[in-house]
């Protein structure tokens, strides 16, 4: 804590301010568990305070964040369909259907010849 030489000589403080802070100071010394829970639940009501007090978004800005918000799940969407469409080439590659193709179409052509 701040004792009384630590404040310059030319600033003058009441005594009743420095004797309440000094009380202040031995309460948090004596009690530091009710002080740091004091601290937090003032830390909790000033951001309660300020989020009341702080004015809700335009409805402009809600639409704007909604239609990005759709924009990048379709977007997620689309490149899961990619993957899979690349997945079922991959598995259509594998059945070989050019050889099944080309032995199906040797066999039609020899029903008419």
Sequence with gaps: MNTPTDIPADIHIPSAI??????LENCARQHPG????????????????????TPPPPPRSRAVHLLEDIQQRLSSLAQQGTQAVGRGVDSIDDLHLDRSFGKLSSKFKNLFH
């Design 18 to 23: 420095t004797k309440s802070a000094a009380q």
């Design 34 to 53: 009710s002080t740091i829970l004091l601290a937090a639940g003032l830390g909790i009501a000033a951001v309660l305070i300020a989020r009341a007090l």
